[in-house]
């Protein structure tokens, strides 16, 4: 896990000591669950419907009559109206009720991107993909409607995590947090744009006027967020430290956005100052094996070359894939994370199933791009061919659907042994149809506490997962495994769709 993800994972720490609320035993006895690891075939396409229907779970505002997830309701009705502005809609960033633009809009990318690689294998499902883009676009251009603001947080993040509430109850506070030209945040804005950016090419040909808009915004949210040079988790402080610090920098939001913005646009000026700027970026270092909502190093190595979109520094750009390749192959040298016994790709620290399936979404693309231009990827004497990064990166999906050592489902309602007590509160509280009257803040602890499954089956939620020894504890107390999130699932979508056509 990135030192990101590590001071996340403490400031939930801390909060969940704010609920004072006692912490529950592990409900199932895991050397009794254990057992030899099976392989099984996997219904990739199922999984899809189902990753897809997770979003429709995280739904913030007016849920739309093609809402399929009924035990949700609408929520946040009135979010932005204390500032004159409409701020209704997005998601919900995992397991409670605050709005995060940083993590929203890198959900919203790579969603996109998903679809932009292997939506032509989404078959059916290939509307609710872009649904749930547009669902991600659609706030984030209420959140950019103002010239020279970003809107990047609504709900205060200590007062909602002192609560256990439906978010269709939730009575804490919704102050909006904003950067400007006084409070930079060039990270979470550039991401933003980057996200506009990447579902105008999903809206390309399905809705030409849509993704026009979406373009045009991009480019002012990148002019905006390059200008205005500085991090959010300075200008804004504790308001988003230490919940989604940006740590890596924002020079790589930057230089992705300008990467999405070329791709959308083919505007020559963002080739050139992603050829420029992709350049410092080499100079500064970086970690090349990661990709999640902080860190774009990765990504925007595969993404650069899978488009060759240079030639100059296009054989730099792409070592630098490469590299990423070694970083995670099981038998490279210089291979930077870890794997449990049954097989887990493991990175320190909580919700490890965020790298997971970044990084396999990443080996996905890349394996692509590998099989067009007939290369290899050499790992000192070790030999990625395309087939390995498709192995690995089917690997791990396949142990999150049941090929592990538990031989249970990491996603909700995917075979018949799931995570039942999930992190989450409106899956855990009972839903309106059945409890029409408010819960409290303070009467949702019961809920918390109970040891019975969550009443809302959330579908197709990928929980944070098992730990480096393929153990899960099915506890909602148990946040860093059991708690899912956007940024796990969007990379899952197109992955899934991928593999359903090898299948």
């Known amino acids: 896990m990135s030192v990101t993800g ?5 400031a939930r720490s801390f909060l969940f000591f704010l609920l004072h609320l006692p912490l529950l035993a592990v409900s199932r006895n895991v050397d009794a669950k254990r057992k030899e690891k099976c392989t099984r075939s996997h219904d990739y396409a199922l999984a899809l419907e189902k990753s897809l229907l997770f979003f429709e779970g995280q739904r913030s505002g007016k849920l739309p009559p093609s809402q399929r997830l009924s035990w949700r309701g609408d ?25 995060f633009g940083f993590p929203m809009a890198f959900s919203t990318t790579v969603l996109a991107w998903g679809i932009v690689e292997f939506g032509r294998y989404m078959g059916v499902q290939l509307g609710y993909a872009r649904e749930a883009v547009r669902w991600g676009a659609d706030y984030l251009l209420k959140a950019t409607a103002q010239p020279g603001k970003v809107h990047v947080q609504v709900g205060d993040p200590y007062g909602d995590h002192g609560c256990w509430e439906r978010p269709e109850d939730m009575d804490t506070s919704r102050s909006i947090y904003t950067v400007d030209s006084t409070r930079p945040g060039s990270e979470v804005a550039a991401e933003t744009a980057a996200a506009l950016a990447a579902a105008s090419v999903v809206f390309r040909s399905a809705d030409p006027h849509y993704a026009a808009k979406l373009l045009r915004r991009s480019i002012q949210v990148f002019y905006f967020a390059d200008g205005n040079r500085g991090s959010y988790s300075q200008s804004l402080g504790n308001t988003v430290c230490p919940f989604y610090c940006d740590f890596s920098g924002y020079q790589d939001e930057l230089v992705w956005a300008a990467a ?16 420029k700027n992709v350049y410092q970026l080499f100079l500064d270092g970086g970690n090349i094996g990661e990709f999640g909502w902080d860190d774009k190093h990765a990504g925007l190595y595969v993404l650069v070359s899978a488009n060759s979109i240079f030639s100059n520094v296009g054989a730099m750009v792409e070592d630098k894939a490469d590299a990423f390749v070694c970083s995670v192959l099981p038998q490279s040298a210089s291979r930077a994370v870890q ?50 990064l498709i192995n690995l990166a089917k690997s791990q999906v396949d142990y999150i659907l049941g090929d592990n050592p538990m031989n249970m489902s ?29 819960i409290s803040c303070t009467e949702g602890s019961s809920y918390y506490q109970s040891q019975n499954p969550n009443p809302n089956q959330l579908t197709g939620a990928v929980v944070g997962g098992p730990n480096i020894s393929d153990s899960y504890p099915d506890s909602r107390a148990m946040f860093q495994s059991s708690e899912p999130a956007t940024y796990i699932n969007a990379p899952l979508v197109g992955l899934l769709a991928y593999l359903s056509a090898r299948n």
């Open 6 to 10: 590590k001071m996340a994972l403490l």
């Open 339 to 388: 794997y449990s016994p049954g097989g887990l790709l493991v990175k320190t620290g909580g919700s490890n199933m965020q790298h997971s399936t970044a990084l396999s979404f990443l080996l996905a693309v890349y394996s692509r791009y590998l099989t067009r231009t007939g290369r290899t990827v050499r790992c000192g004497s070790a030999v990625a061919t395309p087939s390995t």
């Open 410 to 438: 990491y996603m909700v309602g995917y075979g018949n042994d799931f995570p039942r007590q999930i992190h989450h509160r409106a899956s855990s509280l009972p839903s309106l149809k059945r409890h029409p009257a408010r």
């Open 75 to 99: 929520s946040g009705l009135h979010d932005g109206s204390q500032i004159g502005i409409d701020l209704v809609g997005g998601y919900y960033d995992a397991g409670d009720n605050v709005k």
């Open 260 to 275: 999405w913005i070329y791709k959308a646009s083919n505007v020559s000026f963002f080739r050139d100052y992603l050829a």
